[in-house]
C-alpha cells in the first residue's frame, strides 16, 4: 500500500512559479511510476506530466510541455512538479498519482495510488 501527500500548492500570479512536491509512503514506491493530474471546476481530470520508476524518462501534456517539469527523488520518496510561467488556465486541484507498473502513462484510469490534491490558483 502507498500512500500520496501534496503539498506546495497556493496562490501565484500569472507568470509566476511553484513547486509541487508528493510524499510518498511504502517500500517499494522507487519502483512505481509516477504522475500529476489536475482537475479544474466544472472540467474532467486532466494528465499533466508522469515520470518512470527511475523518472529518466518523461511524458508532459502539450499544454504545460516547457513550462512544467516532473522529477523524483527516490532517496526521499518524493516526486517534484516545478511549474514555470503559470497561467491563469493552470488554476485547479493538482493531484499526485502512482502506478504499480514503472511505466509511464497519461491515462487516469491506470493509476493505481492517489493523493488528496492541492488547490494552485494563479491571478491575472
Known amino acids: 500500500q502507498v500512500q500520496l501527500v501534496e503539498s506546495g500548492g497556493g496562490l501565484v500570479q500569472a507568470g509566476g512559479s511553484l513547486r509541487l512536491s508528493c510524499a510518498a509512503s511504502?517500500?517499494?514506491?522507487?519502483?512505481?511510476?509516477v504522475g500529476w493530474f489536475r482537475q479544474a471546476p466544472g472540467k474532467e481530470r486532466e494528465f499533466v506530466a508522469a515520470?518512470?520508476?527511475?523518472?529518466?524518462?518523461?511524458l508532459y501534456a502539450d499544454s504545460v510541455k516547457g513550462r512544467f517539469t516532473i522529477s523524483r527523488d527516490n532517496a526521499k520518496n518524493t516526486v517534484y512538479l516545478q511549474m514555470n510561467s503559470l497561467e491563469p488556465e493552470d488554476t485547479a486541484a493538482y493531484y499526485c498519482?502512482?502506478?504499480?507498473?514503472?511505466?509511464?502513462?497519461?491515462?487516469?484510469?491506470?493509476?493505481?495510488?492517489w493523493g488528496q490534491g492541492t488547490q494552485v490558483t494563479v491571478s491575472s
Open positions: 498519482a502512482a502506478r504499480r507498473d514503472g511505466s509511464i502513462l497519461s491515462m487516469s484510469t491506470l493509476y493505481h495510488y
Open positions: 511504502g517500500r517499494t514506491f522507487s519502483s512505481y511510476a
Open positions: 515520470a518512470n520508476w527511475s523518472g529518466g524518462s518523461t
